[in-house]
């Protein structure tokens, strides 16, 4: 089928003409209007995004070339090449009349597709398939000689979000923005191409390494300036990864995937770029051993085990809850710092059933104490928690199954953890559900990541955590007293409450006291420790068990001269 648009009145397309026609094949609705276009209203389901990317193409002075897949009336699905082209109005230079070809491939003829079928088709990039295709062709040339080349792995880390907030079509948009400048940043030596999603792919034949960093330097640049996104403006921060042949592999697969660790190396360290070591691929393969004990572990007796350190009022200096904070002691390497394991942990499906058991122990060990001193317990929790399933759920099952109320519990998500996520939506709906059902919601390690008070006026939690890197050396440091009051600000702003982290002198202690906040922990309060010590510490901390005693565990502001609970001591992994 022949066919030609007109643009009849500006930003209006009407078919002008056709020759030939496809629907005799096709279940065409009877209200569907030919003048619509029976090539793009009767493409598959999934069809229907291309066609839009394909005109945004068109409009914008490009040929296009693609394959569109049509629903037969019997139901089966048939390949049809489509091909455009658009004519621009000499003086303006715009678009004014589009017109192109829309046939059949025969089944026997499906190889006249396979050129197309290697290209993405909505960046009109190369796909997976027809990068790997290249990369295999290079390193078939390269074999003898093995002249050096890079591959590139590049995300945007982006596209959830826009199509959650804005639609897939804005998104897509987006993508088809961000494919155009990486294609004018890499110029005609090297080759670009759209793997999934935001995910890219480059490929540099050139061997020098400075040109390789110079070429990621340029995409990074060119993805810098902002989107538009309807009437906002997306900012996105590429992360890239590269890995050279020969020294980082001789196959296609193992090239990529050796960018790709590269890539997630960058992201983990908050840098833009990396170049694979040979150390990555050891330490995720050092990784998946741990995660692999550390499943064994979970069914395992005595393996896992947690620790809780209180935290402590400022004004009336008792003990207000205390932090369930996990522990494993493997039995051929011994203790295993969380700092080593709970990473790991967060990006495995391990974290879900892991999270229940600490969530039951905690509940299991802490009820008593609830029941006899009102001392519940926060658990931490990953944003990985509070979507997928029903988080809530599993929470109110197992405060009824201690016979527990809910303020009994609190969940604690940091602030890094959470601005990291492609999309707050779904987890503000649990953490909504959370608070209120009356269990308290602390945002941990606040300062560290890079909340605005819009976003934070808009999570539903009681209180804020202050970073530790913030309350350490207040006495001497009046840049950490100026932040420690500005987060004390903030919260009084969002009606939240406030504890100090970190805190491990008297002099922080009473600095955290005198700048508002509403609690503290750390260090100089007490040490982690298991529940039967916590016990003994709850009960000699209680102001009416102290009496006058000065050195009793909790202390007043430094006007006081009270004495601190034990001598500071140094910090444990």
């Not at 170049?275 to 990555?280: L, P, Y």
């Not at 709970?342 to 609830?370: C, H, N």
């Not at 990985?384 to 016979?403: I, K, P, S, Y």
Request: net charge negative; charged share 25%; glycine share 8%.
């Amino acid at each position: 089928m022949l066919f030609s648009y007109v643009d009849s009145t500006r930003g209006s397309w009407r078919l002008e003409w056709t020759a030939g026609d496809l629907s005799p094949q096709i279940d065409l609705p009877e209200e569907c209007p030919k003048a619509e276009g029976p090539w793009r209203r009767l493409v598959t389901a999934d069809g229907a995004s291309l066609v839009d990317a394909r005109l945004c193409h068109l409009l914008a002075g490009k040929t296009v070339e693609d394959v569109l897949r049509f629903r037969l009336a019997d139901g089966a699905v048939r390949l049809a090449r489509l091909q455009a082209k658009p004519e621009l109005n000499p003086e303006s230079r715009e678009v004014v009349r589009i017109i192109g070809s829309c046939d059949w491939i025969d089944a026997g003829h499906n190889d006249i597709a396979l050129g197309i079928t290697n290209q993405d088709r909505l960046s009109g990039l190369y796909n997976a398939g027809g990068f790997e295709q290249i990369l295999r062709t290079m390193l078939n040339e390269r074999a003898n000689d093995a002249v050096p080349f890079t591959v590139f792995s590049l995300s945007l880390d982006c596209y959830s979000e826009v199509s959650l907030n804005f639609g897939k079509s804005i998104a897509d948009l987006v993508l088809l923005e961000a494919a155009r400048r990486l294609r004018e940043a890499i110029g005609r030596d090297a080759t670009v191409a759209r793997l999934h999603t935001d995910q890219f792919a480059v490929i540099l034949p050139d061997r020098c390494l400075n040109k390789a960093r110079a070429l990621a330097h340029s995409c990074i640049m060119a993805l810098a300036p902002p989107f538009s996104v309807g009437e906002a403006l997306l900012h996105v921060e590429p992360v890239m990864g590269a890995s050279r042949f020969p020294q980082h592999g001789d196959a296609p697969r193992m090239l990529i995937r050796h960018a790709g660790l590269a890539q997630d190396h960058a992201r983990q360290n908050r840098q833009p770029f990396a170049v694979f070591e040979r150390d990555m691929e050891r330490r995720v393969q050092h990784n998946l051993a741990l995660l692999g004990d550390l499943r064994r572990a979970l069914s395992a007796e005595g393996e896992l085990n947690l620790v809780y350190q209180p935290v402590l009022g400022c004004e009336d200096r008792r003990v207000t809850h205390v932090e369930a904070l996990l522990r494993w002691q493997h039995p051929h390497l011994g203790p295993i710092p969380p700092g080593d394991f709970v990473p790991i942990l967060e990006q495995s499906s391990l974290i879900q059933p892991l999270t229940d058991w600490v969530l039951d122990r905690a509940l299991d060990e802490i009820g008593p104490l609830w029941r006899s001193e009102r001392i519940g317990v926060c658990i931490n929790v990953s944003p990985q928690n509070l979507v997928g399933r029903d988080f809530v759920g599993t929470v109110r099952e197992a405060l009824a199954r201690h016979n527990l109320p809910t303020d009994a519990l609190g969940v604690e998500l940091t602030e890094t953890q959470l601005m990291a996520q492609d999309s707050l939506g779904p987890i503000t709906e649990t953490l909504r559900e959370l608070t209120n059902a009356g269990i308290k919601v602390w945002l941990d390690d606040f300062g560290t990541g890079s909340s605005t008070l819009v976003r934070l006026q808009q999570l539903p939690a009681t209180g804020l955590k202050i970073d530790r890197g913030f309350t350490q050396n207040l006495a001497e440091n009046r840049r950490n007293r100026d932040l420690v009051r500005i987060s004390v600000d903030i919260a009084r702003l969002l009606g939240l409450e406030i504890i100090a982290e970190g805190v491990e002198t008297k002099s922080d202690y009473d600095a955290v006291s005198v700048l508002g906040c509403d609690a503290g922990q750390g260090y100089f309060i007490a040490r982690p420790m298991p529940v039967d010590k916590l016990v003994d510490f709850v009960r000699e901390s209680a102001p009416e068990a102290r009496g006058s005693d000065t050195r009793a565990p909790a202390l007043a502001p430094a006007a006081t001269g009270r004495a601190p609970l034990r001598s500071p001591q140094p910090r444990l992994n």
